[in-house]
Nanobody, 111 residues
Framework: QVRLVESGGGLVQPGGSLRLSCAAS????????MSWYRQAPGKGRELVAS???????NYGDAVKGRFTISRDNAKNTVYLQMDSLKPEDTAVYYC?????YGQGTQVTVSA
């Protein structure tokens, strides 16, 4: 059974940073493609970043140059480092693998 548990969300001021974590079980993050999505109030879910089993990364246009996806194979965990945060980054962030999603973690960027 695949289980994805996100953590690390919170309230941060514009320009600040947060690091989200996604602890996975039932899958091996080094052999699966892993992704982060987000959903802001009133909007659809959008791809933020993904990393393939070969380590190739891909980012949504809105976060390129500010966010970094990575993984720790020993911990079977995927991370999303978010820098230079903007109010428009406010959303629930979800970890995804094998078409499944975790419960999400709220990120709020506000002064």
């Amino acid at each position: 059974q695949v289980r994805l548990v996100e953590s690390g969300g919170g309230l941060v001021q514009p320009g600040g940073s947060l690091r989200l974590s996604c602890a996975a079980s039932g899958i091996i993050v080094s052999t699966d493609s892993m992704s982060w999505y987000r959903q802001a109030p009133g909007k659809g879910r959008e791809l933020v970043a993904s990393i393939t089993n070969t380590g190739r990364t891909n980012y949504g246009d809105a976060v390129k140059g500010r966010f970094t996806i990575s993984r720790d194979n020993a911990k079977n965990t995927v991370y999303l480092q978010m820098d230079s945060l903007k109010p428009e980054d406010t959303a629930v962030y979800y970890c995804s693998a094998s078409a499944l999603y975790g419960q999400g973690t709220q990120v709020t960027v506000s002064a």
